[in-house]
Each structure stands twice: as C-alpha cells, then as structure tokens.
C-alpha cells in the first residue's frame, strides 16, 4: 500500500499518518520528522534545511527528494509507505512519479485532509511536542495526563519552532501556493479522495479507512 497524505499544516496528517502505520502495518515517512532529526544532530543536511524551516518555507526540491530517493530503497519500504508530508510542490510529486516508475511501483491513495484556515490556526497554536521521544499532543485536543509532561518519558513537552505566532500565516500562505496546486496535480489521477479533517481524530480515521479501502 502506496498512500500519500496531503493538507494543510495542522490538519492532522501526523496523527492519521501514525494510525494508518500501526493499522496497516506499513512505515510513516515524515519529511519534517526526518528534517527535524537531522537539524538536532546537526548534520549538514540539517544546517542547509534549518534556515528554510525556521522561516515557515519549503526546503529546495532536490534535497527533499534525494531524501524520499533513499527511502525508497530501505528494506521496509518493500510493502510500501504512507507518505506524510511529501510531496508539498508539483516537481516533487513529478519527481516521486519518475522514481516509483523506474522501480515498476505507483501510488494506491492520494488523501487529502481538508480543513479550513481559522481551525488551523487554533490547532498550531495548542499543538505540543516531546522533545525526547517525539510524542505529539494538544493542549485542549489530546492533553497528557499530567500538564506538560510526556504520558510515555516523562519529558518537557514544548511547541515546535515553526508553530509560533510570527510562523504560522506563512506557512499557511506556502502551503495555499506550492502545495495546493498538487490537489489538481492528482484529482485527475483516479487515486485521489478529499476526507473532511474536523471531527474527532477516532472520527477523521473512520473517513480515511474508508477513503483508503473504498
Ligand atoms: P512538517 O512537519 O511536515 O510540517 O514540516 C516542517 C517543515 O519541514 C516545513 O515547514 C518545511 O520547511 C520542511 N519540509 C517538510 N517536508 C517538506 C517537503 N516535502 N518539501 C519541502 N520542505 C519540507
């Protein structure tokens, strides 16, 4: 199983992403998990990509896909991927296309999770993160059992960088301009399905299973 994710930052791709992982048993590739990781080890993918990121901005193509390029060929991406976070331009998406025919391979589902712009904002504002373990909540959505504390490690749980008040509308702008012209990119493709993303998280996975699996 082949899956795209798309939507807006704040729509929920993570939290779906994860629980199509565990469900279907197939890897979560998450560019801005992988991006994240290499900033923290600074690396020198990570010094390249940071500035991009702290500025709400797209990382360049070609290092996003020489990253989805290697992950292609890691041995759990045999049975295939649920794709959270790429494409996010139409030269990814041509890109990602040109790699999985060269391998005989083709994307299942294209879902893309709608929600409207003032519940992005309130759900970026909440949204909180692990910085031990990654676990992901939300201050009024999917609050830890002890305030600001990790329910897995115990660690401090703090906001991502790029969910700040001075971040966020540009990100929502980037996203309106390089990554929603992808929705026509693969409407025409006979794999796309739009899923409402308001609603429960229990609620929103019913509508992906079914937009997965119809
Ligand atoms: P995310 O966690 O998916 O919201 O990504 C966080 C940040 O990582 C984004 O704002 C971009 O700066 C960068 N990023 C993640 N995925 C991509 C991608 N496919 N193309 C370009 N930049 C990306």
């Known amino acids: 199983m082949r899956v795209i994710l798309l939507g807006p930052p704040g729509a929920g791709k993570g939290t779906q992403a994860g629980m199509i992982a565990e469900k279907y048993h197939v890897p979560q590739i998450s560019t801005g998990d992988i991006l994240r990781e290499e900033v923290k080890i600074e690396s020198e993918l990570g010094k390249q990509a940071k500035s991009y990121m702290d500025k709400g901005e797209l990382v360049p ?5 020489d990253i989805i390029v290697k992950q292609l ?3 759990d991406s045999g049975n295939g991927y649920i794709m959270d976070g790429f494409p996010r331009t139409v030269n990814q998406a041509v890109a990602f296309a040109s790699a999985l025919s060269e391998r005989g391979e083709q ?3 294209v879902i893309s999770i709608e929600v409207e712009r003032d519940e992005l904002i309130r759900r970026l504002n909440g949204r909180r993160t692990c910085t031990e373990c990654g676990v992901r909540y939300h201050i009024h959505f999917d609050p830890p059992r002890k305030e600001g504390v990790c329910n897995e490690c115990g660690t401090k749980l703090i906001p991502r960088d790029d969910d700040s008040e001075e ?4 990100r929502l702008e980037v996203y309106r301009k390089q990554t929603e012209p992808l929705i026509d ?8 399905e739009a899923v409402d993303g308001v609603g429960s998280i229990e609620e929103i996975f019913k509508r992906v299973e079914k937009a997965l699996e119809g």
């Open 185 to 192: 990119y693969y409407k025409g493709s006979g794999v796309f």
């Open 167 to 170: 971040t966020v509308p540009n």
């Open 61 to 65: 193509d070609k290092l996003i896909i």
């Open 107 to 109: 994307v299942d589902r």
């Open 73 to 75: 060929d890691e041995d």
